[in-house]
């Protein structure tokens, strides 16, 4: 059984660029939920993707998107970067949609902003 | 609005003995606990989980005590071991019926051989 990769593993970026992070989740997961965990704070809840659509989405601008795809992989973009997005993006994967909780965490992709 | 909370940044623990670590709630809608346990440069890894429904979920060396009128729940793990050293972060779900997990900030603990 393959677990949730994520890439890449980090990532150097300036204010008001644009990014894509993704996840691959794993066999046989059809969910996956991304989160931002910044220094010495929990993970926060950006957004959850299942067979497709946004199943519900965290306090986060507009900015922050995404995607999945038909293999249930998925991508996390943000645009015009800022210095406070600097943080780790984790990506977890789960079976089924709403009624799912717990979650399999990736090993996170780093983010700085300069 | 911090709707889980662990007030304890850290612990430290002897080898052997238990470890207790602590999580409040303040929402009555959560339906569902779990603990997570990280090491650096890893993703958190899922524990043990509770649903509202039980008081008390048992897992080898792990335990999760849920108290209801009290929004309170508490990770035992008995014997701790070196191993155990890491961030340990509870969280809840339910509420927003998306799956959607609220975190805590997360609590260290350091087992002493």
């Known amino acids: 059984e393959t677990g949730v990769t994520q890439s890449p593993t980090h990532l150097i970026k300036t204010r008001g660029q644009q990014v894509t992070l993704r996840c691959s989740s794993q066999?046989?997961?059809?969910?996956v939920s991304w989160y931002q965990q910044a220094l010495g704070q929990g993970p926060q809840f950006i957004f959850q993707?299942?067979?497709?659509?946004?199943?519900g989405r965290g306090n986060f601008p507009p900015r922050f998107s995404g995607l999945q795809f038909p293999n249930y992989s998925s991508e996390l973009n943000v645009n015009a970067l800022e210095l406070d997005d600097s943080a780790l993006y984790l990506c977890?994967?789960?079976?089924?949609?709403?009624?799912?909780?717990?979650?399999?965490f990736g090993p996170g992709t780093r983010l700085t902003v300069t | 609005d911090q709707q889980v909370k662990q007030n304890s940044p850290s612990l430290s623990v002897q080898e052997g003995r238990i470890s207790i670590l602590n999580c409040d709630y303040t929402?009555?809608?959560?339906?569902?606990f779990l603990w997570y346990k990280k090491y650096p440069a890893e993703g958190p890894t899922f524990l043990i989980s509770i649903s509202s429904i039980k008081d008390k979920n048992e897992d080898g060396r792990f335990t999760v005590f849920l108290n209801k009128s009290a929004k309170h729940l508490s990770l035992h793990i008995v014997p701790s071991q070196p191993g155990d050293s890491a961030v340990y972060f509870c969280?809840?779900?339910?509420?927003?019926?998306?799956?959607?997990?609220?975190f805590g900030q997360g609590t260290t603990l350091q087992v002493k051989p």
């Open positions: 969280a809840a779900s339910g509420a927003s019926n998306t799956g959607k997990l609220i």
């Open positions: 066999s046989g997961h059809n969910t």
């Open positions: 977890a994967s789960s079976l089924g949609g709403k009624t799912t909780y717990e979650q399999y």
């Open positions: 993707y299942y067979r497709e659509e946004e199943n």
């Open positions: 929402n009555s809608m959560f339906d569902y």
